[in-house]
């Protein structure tokens, strides 16, 4: 997966800018810049002191392209743990790209996605699953994925897999020492204890196992889901949560026949919102794939925000809300928002109390508000948050963000469970061992202690050029 290739790439955002950096890494890094590098104290970069920064000019056939910054990280104090220059010039595109024509020159050659990171793996900087957090924390995009990629890339989630291997590394080593005695019948691993630690191992497992639900939606922001009969609202709503004009507001029923969705953030969460087509009887065929759309998005979401008109009797809006609740596959969480409200007098407000309608479990709550007015919105998005129950995140949460983590905890679970089984049943020691080591294995992959070129290729191929 490796090579000893000098690598390059630009490492700032594409296009223009006031400034990019553009990265090289390997054993010629130095002599390939030395050889378009003038300082202006002039020193060599060969000669500059490692983590130091010197001014200087980048020329071709003595033609100054551009003035720039050098920075020198040496072996193994770097990155990647090889020798890395990093050039901060000028934003502009023609500058960017001349001065990768000469590195290229000179016998560098582009870096391919992820190279930087994945050499840093290879040379024991860090392990697969910090690596993969360096993804998530570059397109982290609000502050509670931005906390879970930070504590994963310091080794939060590392910290917890090496614990129980080097547990059950002790044990297995016992348990095989047994093997190699087996014709004296000594005993080294004492099964009780492994019987606890395995007790103690599944806790943990379906602890981070459980953990990935919340690490999923963080990641990829909280489904909500914006229902109700045509013409009650849901647009407007969508556009007030998302301050700007995404869906077309109509007084004609049946304007929103496709999905619209868009994320915003609240409290450091990402939140989806989706607006659905109105909920109605129709022969437009049009019209009736949108409200397909409709159910199918219901099922994918956390939260469902049910629309009724604060000019229907309690009797109506508790009967629409019980068709709603047999109309769904499974039990979901309703927000029932009574809009509208600017519609009626204030004191018939208090009919929307959650005592007039026997339709709502416990779990869901009633909102009255006026999307028109903008009235009771910020009493919505707190009811989101209060729902939703989620904790307040720091750098000390371990939570499962990543589907490949999640699989292999899955199949650590089911080795967990044979070994449980296993001493119940008083099974020999070398399928015990058997299966420990496959223990070990699957909590090795995630860590990439053990691992192949091919889920290398996977999980690198999906990083930027010049991370």
Known sequence: MIDKD?????????????????????????NICDGIFYSKSGIKIIDQKTNTIQLGKIKSNNKIIDEVLISLFKLPNSYTGEDIVEISCHGSSYIQQKILQLLIHNGARIAKPGEFTLRAFMNRKMDLSQAEAVADLIASTSKASHSLAINQMRGGFSSEINKLRNQLLQFVSLIEL??????????????????????????????????????????????????????????????????ENKAIVSEIPGTTRDIIEDVINIDGYNFR??????????????????????????????????????????????????????????????????????????????????????SL?????????????KTNIKLLTDK?????????????????????????????????????????????????????????????????????????GNIFSNFCIGK
């Open 6 to 30: 000098t690598i390059c790439a630009i490492s700032s955002s594409p296009g223009n800018g006031a400034i990019a950096i553009i990265r090289l890494s390997g054993d010629d890094a130095v």
């Open 273 to 358: 919102f989706i607006d659905t087509a109105g909920i109605r009887q129709t022969t437009d065929e049009i019209e009736t794939l949108g409200i397909k759309k409709t159910f199918e998005k219901i099922g994918q979401a956390s939260i469902v925000l049910f629309l009724v008109d604060a000019i229907d009797s309690s009797n109506i809006i508790n009967q629409k809300i019980s068709e709603l609740k047999k109309s769904l596959i499974s039990n979901k969480t309703i927000i029932v928002i009574v809009n509208k409200t600017d519609l009626i007098k204030d004191k018939e407000i208090n009919k929307f109390s959650k005592e007039h309608f026997p």
């Open 361 to 373: 479990d416990k779990n869901d709550a009633l909102i009255y508000i006026s999307a028109k007015n």
């Open 178 to 243: 047994e093997l190699d005695f087996s014709e004296e019948d000594v005993e080294f691993a004492d099964r009780k204890k492994l019987s606890v630690l395995i007790s103690d191992i599944k806790k943990l497992v379906e602890h981070l196992i459980k953990s990935f639900e919340l690490g999923n939606v963080i990641k990829n922001g909280i489904p909500i889901t914006i229902i109700g009969e045509p013409n009650v609202g849901k647009s407007t709503l969508l556009n007030i949560l998302l301050n």
């Open 384 to 456: 989101l948050i209060d729902l939703l129950n989620l904790p307040s995140l720091n750098e000390e949460h371990v939570v499962v963000t990543n589907l490949r983590h999640y699989e292999a905890l899955l199949k650590v679970a089911q080795g967990i469970e044979r070994i449980l089984n296993g001493l119940k049943n008083q099974i020999s020691n070398d399928f015990l061992a058997q299966d420990v080591r496959e223990v070990l294995h699957y909590l090795g992959e995630i860590t990439g202690e053990v691992t192949n070129d091919e889920i290398l």
